[in-house]
């Protein structure tokens, strides 16, 4: 059974920090392009941040370009979405998924929701003013 679980949300003061991690079971993902979404209260779900598997290729939104970094750790079959200078706008839930059923590298492949097999339960993230 596969299984993405987020985790390391939480409350911060903007400016702060946090780095959520998804952990995936149930199959090897060192292949996968792993994508990180949010979706703010009455707001549509948006990507975030993906990771390619394989070449590793990392794409951002702009709106968290040089803020958040999004890296993998294949022996753990676990990635990770390191936030700084955290802003009241990043305050969403935080969710992990995963595309299993071919590669995707480009960066508009990446960013559709659609093209993602397998999501997590989601993580709060909450930045205070």
């Known amino acids: 059974q596969v299984q993405l679980v987020e985790s390391g949300g939480g409350l911060v003061q903007a400016g702060g920090s946090l780095r959520l991690s998804c952990a995936a079971s149930?199959?090897?993902?060192?292949?996968?392009?792993m994508g990180w979404f949010r979706q703010a209260p009455g707001k549509e779900r948006e990507f975030v941040a993906a990771?390619?598997?394989?070449?590793?290729?990392?794409y951002y939104a702009d709106s968290v370009k040089g803020r958040f970094t999004a890296s993998r750790d294949q022996a753990k079959n676990t990635v990770y979405l390191e936030m700084n200078s955290l802003k009241p706008e990043d305050t969403a839930v935080y969710y992990c998924?995963?595309?299993?059923?071919?590669?995707?590298?480009?960066?508009?492949?990446?960013?559709?929701?659609?093209?993602?097999?397998?999501w997590g339960q989601g993580t709060q993230v909450t930045v205070s003013s």
């Open positions: 998924a995963a595309r299993t059923r071919g590669p995707i590298y480009s960066r508009t492949s990446c960013t559709l929701d659609d093209n993602y097999d397998y």
């Open positions: 990771i390619t598997g394989n070449l590793g290729l990392t």
């Open positions: 149930g199959r090897s993902f060192s292949s996968a392009t």
